[in-house]
């Protein structure tokens, strides 16, 4: 399931990292994602085994540059959707912990079914 969520990125051309990776002093890239995975509870239990995953993922857009905090998570979401995301909810701003950056985040959500290993999307 990552590698899904690692075509959005690459797709991108933006530097990503898992949330909390960028050590403290470290120079950080003028734009960039990263990302948590919040939850991934097993479910479809009909024959006692679990035939799905819901895989929830925040994803987070941090930048120098204001005029790309609402273009850039956008197009990440609409590139996202195309490959089975489901947002849950719209984009909220987030405190970037850096005077100089802006944040915003999204939570998608991403239904793994094991018996077809496709999305219910597809």
């Known amino acids: ?43 479809g239990f009909y024959d006692d085994k679990a035939h799905q995953a819901v895989w929830v993922w925040y994803i987070y857009f941090y930048t120098r540059d204001p005029s790309l905090i609402y273009s850039k998570l956008e197009d990440f979401i609409t590139m996202a959707k195309e490959k089975g995301f489901i947002p849950q909810g719209k984009p909220k701003d987030i405190a970037s912990g850096e ?19 496709g999305n219910e999307n597809e």
């Not at 797709?11 to 948590?36: A, C, H, I, K």
């Not at 915003?104 to 793994?112: A, H, P, S, T």
């Open 1 to 43: 399931m990552w590698t899904k969520l690692e075509e959005v990125f690459e797709e991108m051309g933006l530097p990503y990292s898992r949330q909390g990776s960028y050590e403290d002093n470290e120079e950080l890239p003028e734009s960039f994602f990263t990302f948590w995975n919040a939850d991934t509870p097993e479910g």
């Open 99 to 117: 005077v100089n950056y802006s944040g915003r985040y999204v939570q998608m959500k991403y239904i793994e079914h094991y018996s077809t290993g």
